[in-house]
């Protein structure tokens, strides 16, 4: 296609969304009131697309841009002294929200530049940007009829997603919406934040609901095709996943499609594998890091701050170093996810200078090496000790490996040990004559000629072409519910490698070819270390795997005396980065819940419990128990620590197992919250229990 050709089609589609968006503006201009409304259900659409087709521009994009923006940039992270807060501020620093409110009428960002946004994104390499079109302070930066608590509503009067919209059709970068479902303006949302005088008295929030979906049909029928809706904001307990796999149907049906995340659910930033499989949402959002082994049979996506805030904080300046930066997007492409890198703008609108320094460092690297980027798929090493890998398919049955060299090597010769293939061409990314690397074969590992010294200190890419699917000898999996057992246990053992046979032992030696093929599981009765090893005929063609499976007595149960339903709690108040001593503080306040309720909180952050009393088990068996808490949270059967999940970090849940005999457990579970949403959740599975919340009727405590 002509530059002249591609530039008309370009400037046809750019005044199509120009003209839609501007009838829709006209639309919204006859409006006589701002009133809600309720919105009509739209009709579903009958050809619905498939996943694959929907997530595949997605797939292949791999790198998008964040922007957290609203009325939360005017203090800039500062309230009464403290210059810490960042786009949480209102609930934080505990705000009123008439006061709050007045920001409204200093919001006037007289430099912000969409065209310029946009196209740093296209140079830093990004091929989408999400948007937060409303936060959690209920604040929108588009022009809707739903409230008057939006952007025309201020000083700068001016729709922003209809001009970030705009901008994205002539640079070729997909437009994608955030929208929170929390909402601590609306009048109808609840829960209220605890520490507000605001009385809930006649507050509905299925009228809420409807709220919601009335500005949901406005984001996605008055700006054009949008990409990604992204919500967040899901995990208090007003919302759960009949609510969120309705308003999935709902956005789907506006717009098919589209791809949402998976925060529309009760789903949370961080999830395992399991979890993730009957998650709603279509990619899981790990938040601030990065899964060791990626979220295996999911899409997914990590979003990350280039600072400590989301928000624009002008007293944060611990920006993470741009080649940090680059190695994390590679790290994040290498187990087949996409990078969400945010930008916190000023209330002028511009972006932070160092925000566009690392941008236009990413985009330097991304200009010569972004081929190892889009559209490729995890790499099939389990581990690199000098980098990580990406791959992508060829035609005539090759398939192409990019090796992202981190650490150069010294000798100048990069080992890729265990892969079996045979070797085509190989040459440096970087290198435009595409000059020949010498590769030679040492048993299982090929061996590349490198030159003195690299391209990029950062990441240089090697490019691979190898006969065939990647064959890595990786060794097979050996593994079951949990390692310790009291009666038996099935034990599975496989590989996912095409033409071998999986064989083991039982004995302690190594696998040989005369050993038992492994079919499905292997069935122990007593304590027993399973060895595996992949073989091709005789010909060994992986490392040895082992993993030892211990039979336990379960822990006797206790007899407390008299007790009765619930626990008993101990709450405290303070700046937490870990979990507190709670017996060498006094507590703020003491008493009884039915199970493992933060209901009893006097503030939204800063606080910890710890729960104490009984669980009553109903068979003898091992017991696998589940701890998701945003922060740090612990759980204990009598003095064991089952569960580890301290420290700061988003929702995450962590397991951990113990054979238990039939009775009563002394049970203790504590967690704290620093900042931003909290949640604790404990569950239990196990001794012929399906996985389940643990109910009330099981918790216990002395009378």
């Not at 397991?655 to 909290?678: K, N, W, Y």
Request: with cysteine; aromatic share 10%; hydrophobic share 40%.
């Amino acid at each position: 296609m002509s530059r002249a050709t591609l530039a008309a089609r370009v400037a046809v589609i750019t005044a199509g969304l120009a003209c839609a968006l501007q009838v829709a503006s006209d639309n919204r201009a006859r409006a006589t009131t701002r009133a809600s409304t309720q919105p009509a259900e739209p009709a579903r659409a009958a050809n619905s697309p498939s996943a694959d087709a929907r997530m595949e521009w997605w797939r292949k994009a791999r790198l998008g841009m964040f922007i957290h923006w609203g009325l939360y940039a005017i203090p800039a992270g500062e309230w009464n002294g403290r210059t810490d807060y960042g786009e949480w501020i209102r609930n934080n620093a505990r705000i009123p929200i008439d006061e709050y409110d007045r920001f409204r009428n200093r919001f006037s960002p007289t430099r912000f530049d969409p065209a310029a946004w946009v196209r740093l994104a296209r140079q830093a390499g990004m091929k989408y940007i999400v948007i937060t079109t409303k936060h959690h302070d209920g604040f929108c930066l588009f022009d809707s009829k739903e409230t008057d608590f939006d952007v025309m509503a201020t000083p700068f009067a001016r729709d922003i997603l209809r001009a970030l919209a705009l901008a994205c059709a002539k640079e070729g970068i997909r437009i994608c919406w955030y929208y929170s479902i929390m909402d601590w303006h609306h009048p109808d949302y609840l829960p209220r934040r605890d520490w507000e005088n605001r009385s809930a008295e006649g507050a509905d929030f299925e009228r809420y609901v409807q709220y919601m979906k009335g500005q949901l049909r406005e984001l996605l029928g008055n700006y054009g095709r949008v990409g990604v809706m992204w919500f967040d904001g899901q995990w208090e307990g007003t919302w759960n996943d009949e609510r969120g796999k309705d308003l999935y149907a709902y956005v789907r049906s506006l717009q098919p499609d589209i791809i949402v995340n998976n925060r529309v659910g009760r789903g949370s930033s961080q999830v395992g594998a399991a979890q993730a499989r009957d998650a709603v949402g279509d990619f899981e959002t790990p938040e601030q890091e990065i899964p060791a082994a990626g979220v295996p049979g999911r899409d997914w996506e990590t979003c990350m701050t280039m600072n400590d805030n989301w928000g624009y904080n002008r007293a944060d300046e611990n920006f993470k170093a741009g080649g940090d930066l680059i190695r994390k997007l590679v790290d994040v492409v290498s187990k087949g996810g996409n990078f969400l890198l945010n930008v916190g703008p000023t209330a002028e609108g511009e972006f932070p200078p160092e925000s566009v320094d690392r941008l236009r460092a990413i985009g330097r690297w991304m200009g010569v090496n972004g081929e190892s980027i889009y559209a490729t798929q995890a790499g099939p090493f389990s581990a690199l000790r000098w980098g990580r890998a990406t791959q992508k398919p060829l035609p005539r049955g090759l398939t192409r490996l990019y090796l992202h060299v981190f650490d150069w090597p010294r000798g100048g010769t990069l080992i890729v040990g265990g892969i079996l293939n045979e070797p085509g061409s190989a040459y440096l990314l970087a290198d435009r004559a595409r000059t020949p690397l010498a590769v030679t074969r040492k048993e299982d590992a090929l061996r590349i000629q490198l030159p003195a010294t690299p391209p990029d200190p950062i990441d240089s890419v090697v490019v691979l072409d190898v006969v065939g699917k990647p064959d890595v000898t990786i060794a097979p999996a050996v593994a079951a519910d949990t390692d310790v057992f009291v009666d038996d246990l099935e034990v599975t053992v496989r590989s996912n490698r095409e033409n071998v046979q999986v064989r083991y032992t039982t004995d302690g030696s190594d696998p040989k070819p005369a050993s038992p093929v492994a079919v499905g599981t292997v069935h122990i009765a007593d304590t027993t270390t399973i060895r595996a090893r992949a073989f091709r005929g005789a010909r060994p063609v992986s490392p040895v795997s082992a993993a030892t499976f211990t039979k336990v007595a379960p822990r006797p149960a206790e007899r407390p005396g008299q007790v009765e339903r619930g626990l008993r709690f101990d709450y405290l108040e303070g700046d937490f980065n870990r979990l507190p001593d709670f017996d060498a503080v006094a507590p703020t306040r003491t008493g009884m819940v039915d199970g493992f309720d933060l209901g009893p909180r006097l503030r939204e952050t800063r606080f910890a419990f710890r729960f104490r009393g009984f669980i009553s088990v109903p068979r003898y068996g091992g017991y696998r128990f589940f701890v998701r808490s945003d922060d740090g949270s612990r759980l204990w059967i009598g003095d064991q620590l089952v569960v580890e999940n301290d420290g700061l970090h988003s929702s995450r849940e962590e397991s951990g197992v113990i054979a238990l005999a039939a009775g009563l457990h002394p049970i203790t579970v504590a967690m704290f919250e620093q900042s931003g949403g909290f949640e604790l959740r404990v569950s239990y599975a196990g001794a012929a229990l399906a996985r389940q919340a643990v109910p009330a009727e099981a918790l216990f405590r002395p009378r």
